[in-house]
Each structure stands twice: as C-alpha cells, then as structure tokens.
Nanobody, 123 residues
Framework: QVRLVESGGGSVQTGGSLRLSCAASGRTYSGVAMGWFRQAPGKEREFVAGISWTGENTYYSNHVKGRFTISRDNVENTVHLQMNSLKPEDTAVYYC????????????????WGQGTQVTVSS
C-alpha cells in the first residue's frame, strides 16, 4: 500500500501561485509513477500532470502546460506541483495519485489516491 497526503492548497487571486505537496509513505512506494488530478464542482476528475519514478519524464494537460511544473524527491518521498499564473478555471480539489504503471491511463485504474486539497482562484 501507498499512502498519499496532500498539502498546500488555499485561495489566491488570478495570476497568483501555489505549491502543492504530496507526501507518500508505505513499503511499496518504490517504483511508482506519480501525478496530480483535479475535480471541479459538477465536473469529472481530470488529469493535470504526471511524473515517472525517476523524474526523467513529465507530462501535462494542455490546460496547464507552461504554467504548472511537477517534480519529485524520492529521498523525501514527496511530489510537488508548482502552479503559476493561476486562473479561476483552475479552481478545483486537487488529488495526488500514484500508480505502479502510469498515471496517464484510465482514471479508474489508478492504484492510489490522496484525500485531496482545495485550490480556489478568485478573479
């Protein structure tokens, strides 16, 4: 099992920045790909960003490419999402995810989820 705990959510104005963190724990953490998803009210959960176990490969949704950056530290067992130039449409609950394969596949196949952290961007 892998346990994921997010932090760093909050409220900002348009154009502001936030940095989300996800702390992972569990004996089976080694080798997992990590990612961030989000879910706005009334909408389905959607992929935001992903990163491979080594950190060599990163990938982003077109909605956030160029504004968000995902990174990980496998010594501290953390994954971060730096969010810049935030827009009101970025408002959502953000979830950390982990998978032994890829986080870019079907959402219902993701192995592990965090509990989510709220991000609110006001205009």
């Amino acid at each position: 099992q892998v346990r994921l705990v997010e932090s760093g959510g909050g409220s900002v104005q348009t154009g502001g920045s936030l940095r989300l963190s996800c702390a992972a724990s569990g004996r089976t953490y080694s080798g997992v790909a990590m990612g961030w998803f989000r879910q706005a009210p009334g909408k389905e959960r959607e992929f935001v960003a992903g990163i491979s176990w080594t950190g060599e490969n990163t990938y982003y949704s077109n909605h956030v490419k160029g504004r968000f950056t995902i990174s990980r530290d496998n010594v501290e067992n953390t994954v971060h999402l730096q969010m810049n130039s935030l827009k009101p449409e970025d408002t959502a609950v953000y979830y950390c995810a982990a998978d032994y394969g890829t986080v870019a596949g079907p959402i219902d196949k993701i192995d592990f989820w965090g509990q989510g952290t709220q991000v609110t961007v006001s205009s």
